[in-house]
Structures are given as structure tokens and as C-alpha cells.
């Protein structure tokens, strides 16, 4: 069964610092892997998506996630926190089988530190 | 904003009520998804619709929860006889074309706050 994890709960970096979020998915192939952040009362806002291609994504507000086939992975990483990047992010996976369900990780919920 | 959009925002209900949460697909989407996404939890999957045809609902409680897309209005996600555990944010999302057929991700709505006293 297809499944995301995201083994950090909460994570607190100081403003400037650089950051990385982990996510590890299972799945039997390729699939398709997103991260999104969630403001508090929010809702969803894609940051980067891979479907194919080249493994090191770019996405907006200056994030970027690698694709690691071998690692069964696909962190989220910042060179340069801003205060403005405080909230929850969720990985989240879809399979070729599955035309419809995204498969979200239970998210990690990021603290800036002034 | 031509976004995916939701209301009401919030919802109070009392036990035994019906709550019906509606979501408008962004323009030139047909493909719309329903999401609960209980306190300090992750998203997750109840029912997958396109126009008038529901195609995955898997994620959806057997008794009281129902969804419809409609060939004119918004999706509408009705749960009927409340409970204290249906208090939870409801997402919905849509996408131009199936998941898995490229590059079709799907956009959220701000979600619909539910509450039940």
C-alpha cells in the first residue's frame, strides 16, 4: 500500500538558516510526489511537484525537493528561512494505479526561530 | 481569483443536524475531491467525483457522509446526523484531468471548518 511518512513532527531554525524537511513515500514504482505548506486557517498551496524528469525540483518561494529513487525519498530544502515560511508542510504521493487519491504524510509543522 | 473555492468557511451544527459544505472547482476543472483533515492530522482522502458520476469513495464513511457533482452547480458534501467526531476541516480540490495522466495536480480550497456542539 502506497504510504508517506514524514518523521519530523515540529521543527524549530533560526531565520536565515537553511532547512530541510524529510518525507520518505512507499510505493511500488514511480509516483508522482508533492509538497505543500498549509497556513494556519488555510488551505493547500502547491510548493513543487516531480512527475518525471530531472530528480531536483524547483519550486515556488525558493524551495526545492530532490528526488531519490534509492532512498525511497523526496526532502524539501531551503538555503535561507524567512519568518514568512512558519507553517505546516505535507509531502504527499499518487500513484499510476491510483487516478484520485493523494496520499498525504501527517506533516511536519515548522517554527521559525527571530 | 478564479481559485477553488469553498463556503462556508465555518459551520456550527448540533448533534443530529445535517451539514452541507459546497465547493466550486476552479475554472475548467471537471475533476473535484473531498478531504478531512482532523486536528493535528494530515489530509485524507474521502470521495473522488467528476461531473455527475462519483468515481472513488473509497474514503468515505459508510452511513451519513454523501457527495454529488452536479452537471450545473458546486460539489456539495452532505453528512447527515451529525456527531462530536465529524468536527474537522473539509478540503476539497480539483484538477483539470485525472491524477495520473501527466502533469494535472490538484488545487485546494481554504477548506470548510466544521463544528458541532
Known amino acids: 500500500a502506497q504510504s508517506v511518512t514524514q518523521p519530523d513532527i515540529h521543527i524549530t531554525v533560526s531565520e536565515g538558516a537553511s532547512l530541510e524537511l524529510r518525507c520518505n513515500y512507499s510505493y511500488g514504482a514511480t509516483p508522482y510526489l508533492f509538497w505543500y505548506v498549509q497556513s494556519p486557517g488555510q488551505g493547500l498551496q502547491l510548493l513543487l511537484k516531480?512527475?518525471?524528469?530531472?530528480?531536483l525540483v524547483q519550486g515556488i518561494k525558493g524551495f526545492e525537493a530532490e528526488f531519490k529513487r534509492s532512498q525511497s525519498s523526496f526532502n524539501l530544502r531551503k538555503p535561507s528561512v524567512h519568518w514568512s515560511d512558519a507553517a505546516e508542510y505535507f509531502c504527499a504521493v499518487v500513484g499510476y494505479s491510483s487516478a484520485s487519491k493523494i496520499i498525504f504524510g501527517s506533516g511536519t509543522r515548522l517554527s521559525i526561530r527571530p | 481569483n478564479a481559485g477553488v473555492m469553498q463556503n462556508p468557511r465555518h459551520l456550527v451544527r448540533r448533534r443530529g443536524q445535517e451539514a452541507r459544505l459546497r465547493c466550486s472547482p476552479m475554472k475548467g476543472h471537471s475533476h473535484v475531491y473531498w478531504y478531512r483533515q482532523l486536528p493535528e492530522e494530515g489530509l485524507k482522502f474521502m470521495v473522488y467525483l467528476q461531473k455527475e458520476n462519483i468515481i472513488d469513495e473509497s474514503g468515505m464513511p459508510k452511513e451519513r457522509f454523501s457527495a454529488e457533482f452536479p452537471k450545473e452547480g458546486p460539489s456539495i458534501l452532505r453528512i447527515q446526523q451529525v456527531v462530536r467526531g465529524d468536527s474537522a476541516a473539509y478540503f476539497c480540490?480539483?484538477?483539470?484531468?485525472?491524477?495520473?495522466?501527466?502533469?494535472?495536480?490538484?488545487?485546494f480550497g481554504d477548506g470548510t471548518r466544521l463544528s458541532i456542539l
Open positions: 516531480y512527475f518525471s524528469g530531472d530528480t
Open positions: 480540490a480539483s484538477s483539470q484531468g485525472p491524477m495520473n495522466t501527466g502533469n494535472q495536480p490538484q488545487h
